[in-house]
């Protein structure tokens, strides 16, 4: 079963706009990492945030953790079409490194 | 570039048959976990191996089965396919140094 929701399930947006995705969780965590999938592709790491931090910043991308509420987003900003492809949330939750996938959001980046 | 490589790519089989699946990873990466991703679902975990022992099983049944040997690669293998099977079967060895690093897949497709 999957550990969490993402929303939205699909983002279309203008290149050069940000994209937004949530995402929700529902057990403790360890941490919390986010991953790109091209085209039912390999999965790809974008940045792993901790239970202990609260943001975290790579690049163009903002990751933010809320463990009161159990839920994380990822903000991408000044999007370009090759950000176009699904973004997964994925929780570490125990010690043998298992993580846990949420549905994931499709977002197409419109060039 | 991945320093997970799996093969092969892509695999028709049909119901009934046997199929194994490999992955090589990441030298000095001692643990390996793969994931069965349903065509517009996020992975879900199968099993993992760290030094040739499994340490963690998700809910898939025995005809799910898995080796890892001394030299970092695996093996999925999987008996009396069913259609239900078909999926994307990732390959993820993990890493003090980076954390999880996933391979490209191999599309399984039961007829």
């Known amino acids: 079963s999957q550990q969490g929701e993402e929303d939205p399930q699909a983002l279309s947006i203008q290149e050069g706009e940000n994209a937004t995705m949530n995402c929700s969780y529902k057990?403790?965590?360890?941490?919390l990492q986010w991953y790109r999938q091209n085209s039912g592709r390999g999965l790809v790491h974008l940045i792993l945030?901790?239970?202990?931090?609260r943001e975290k910043h790579s690049g163009r991308l903002r990751v933010t953790l809320d463990t009161s509420k159990k839920s994380s987003s990822l903000l991408i900003t000044a999007s370009r079409a090759a950000d176009t492809a699904s973004y997964f949330c994925?929780?570490?939750?125990?010690?043998?490194?298992?993580?846990?996938f949420g549905t994931g959001t499709l977002l197409a980046v419109q060039p | 570039e991945t320093g997970v490589t799996q093969s092969p790519t892509h695999l028709i089989k049909t119901r009934g048959q046997q199929v194994t699946l490999r992955c090589s990873s990441q030298?000095?990466?001692?643990?390996v976990s793969w994931y069965q991703q349903a065509l517009g679902q996020g992975p879900q975990f199968i099993f993992q191996?760290?030094?040739?022992?499994?340490?963690g099983r998700g809910n898939f049944p025995p005809r799910f089965s898995g080796l890892q040997f001394p030299n970092y690669s695996s093996e999925l293998n999987v008996n009396a396919l069913e259609l239900d099977d078909s999926a994307l079967y990732l390959c993820?060895?993990?890493?003090?140094?980076?954390?999880?690093?996933f391979g490209s897949g191999t599309r399984l497709t039961v007829v």
């Open positions: 191996y760290y030094r040739e022992e499994e340490n």
């Open positions: 030298s000095g990466h001692n643990t």
């Open positions: 993820a060895s993990w890493g003090e140094d980076y954390g999880y690093t």
């Open positions: 057990t403790s965590i360890n941490n």
């Open positions: 945030i901790r239970s202990n931090e």
């Open positions: 994925a929780t570490d939750a125990g010690a043998t490194n298992k993580l846990i």
